[in-house]
């Protein structure tokens, strides 16, 4: 977890406007907000990136482990009941907070993920079909989930990885200033290694929607230096 305050406190000093009155509050949320995603959906580029490395490099393997380190944290499970019908199973509703589906368990097995050619290539397979010991599920659009064969009952369990909380920095105004309230904050879910990340993240976004090329700037190229050297 990163202390959202701290980000905040260090954002206002590097923008150079201690007063608050450069960045306000709610702006600075709607920024943070953007940067934790933009930092968490990173992740799941760079383990692509890092698992396409050939042979066996150690820095590779190492950053893997780094990466899947930081994710763990927001991986769950969620039992979830089914019929005998063919109809699909709404997971982006049943779970609000749906990022991306990890896998899919019926009973002790573990479904296989298809896509619709195979599922069709399979289905008239004697061979090769969906049977209740060798479940597999599809993903279509908006998270609508397909189980084969379709006589599949009792519940599944969907391991998934969740989307981070929302950050806020929250706040009163009192004398027409707003004043810190931990009371009604929410902090960065992200690994505490990405606070300096989170400061940069947000004065690019800050520089964008203020046309402030300098501030811009200033995000930017820490935030490009963090990046090469998390990559050597």
Same mark, same amino acid.
């Given at each position: 977890?990163?202390?959202?305050?701290?980000?905040?406190?260090?954002?206002?000093?590097?923008?150079?406007?201690?007063?608050?009155?450069?960045?306000?509050?709610? $702006?600075?949320?709607?920024?943070?907000?953007?940067?934790?995603? +933009?930092?968490?959906?990173?992740?799941?580029? +760079?383990?692509?990136?890092?698992?396409?490395?050939?042979?066996?490099? *150690? %820095?590779?393997?190492?950053?893997?482990?780094?990466?899947?380190?930081?994710?763990?944290?927001?991986?769950?499970?969620?039992?979830?009941?089914?019929?005998?019908?063919? $109809?699909?199973?709404?997971?982006?509703?049943?779970?609000?907070?749906?990022?991306?589906?990890?896998?899919?368990?019926?009973?002790?097995?573990?479904?296989?993920?298809?896509?619709?050619?195979?599922?069709?290539?399979?289905?008239?397979?004697?061979?090769?079909?969906?049977?209740?010991?060798?479940?597999?599920?599809?993903?279509?659009? %908006?998270?609508?989930?397909?189980?084969?064969?379709?006589?599949?009952?009792?519940?599944?369990?969907?391991?998934?990885?969740?989307?981070?909380?929302?950050?806020?920095?929250?706040?009163?105004?009192?004398?027409?200033?707003?004043?810190?309230?931990? %009371?009604?904050?929410?902090?960065?879910?992200?690994?505490?290694?990405? $606070? *300096?990340?989170?400061?940069?993240?947000?004065?690019?976004?800050?520089?964008?929607?203020?046309? +402030?090329?300098?501030?811009?700037?200033?995000?930017?190229?820490?935030?490009?230096?963090?990046?090469?050297? $998390?990559?050597?």
């Amino acid at each position: 977890m990163v202390e959202i305050n701290t980000v905040y406190q260090q954002v206002l000093v590097l923008a150079n406007k201690e007063q608050r009155g450069y960045i306000t509050p709610l $702006e600075f949320n709607l920024f943070a907000e953007q940067a934790q995603l +933009d930092i968490f959906e990173q992740y799941f580029y +760079d383990i692509n990136q890092f698992g396409r490395l050939p042979g066996n490099s *150690t %820095s590779g393997s190492d950053m893997l482990d780094y990466l899947e380190e930081k994710i763990d944290y927001f991986k769950e499970e969620r039992n979830i009941n089914i019929n005998n019908t063919n $109809e699909f199973y709404n997971v982006g509703a049943a779970i609000s907070d749906l990022y991306k589906i990890d896998s899919v368990i019926y009973s002790i097995y573990t479904c296989e993920q298809v896509n619709s050619n195979q599922i069709r290539n399979m289905l008239s397979s004697k061979l090769c079909r969906p049977t209740s010991y060798n479940p597999m599920y599809e993903i279509k659009r %908006s998270n609508r989930l397909f189980l084969y064969p379709s006589s599949l009952q009792e519940r599944i369990t969907v391991n998934y990885i969740r989307k981070p909380a929302s950050p806020e920095w929250g706040y009163n105004v009192i004398n027409d200033e707003a004043q810190y309230d931990s %009371s009604v904050t929410t902090d960065f879910e992200l690994h505490p290694s990405e $606070e *300096t990340k989170l400061v940069f993240k947000i004065l690019q976004l800050a520089g964008v929607a203020m046309k +402030d090329n300098n501030l811009y700037q200033i995000g930017s190229t820490e935030d490009n230096k963090n990046i090469q050297q $998390e990559k050597r």
